[in-house]
């Protein structure tokens, strides 16, 4: 599901970073990846903040939790 990179400003990460991107149909459910990172889709994207960890669900949802 990673699609490549891309730079995106993350004030808890020193501004300016470059960050991977996934494409939101390659995800599926199990996948595991932590901030930050963009998840994008043909009508949105996501933002997944440094703290934050992604869990795809067994029905294809994002679940978004704080680390730790």
Known sequence: ALAGTRRA????????????????????A??????PALVDQYD??????????VTVDPIGNLIVELAG
Do not use: S
């Open 9 to 28: 400003y993350f004030a808890g990460a020193g501004g300016m970073v470059d960050v991977p991107v996934y494409d939101r149909h390659g995800l599926r």
């Open 30 to 35: 199990g996948h595991r990846f932590a901030g």
């Open 44 to 53: 949105a994207t996501t933002v997944i903040c440094p703290e934050q960890v």
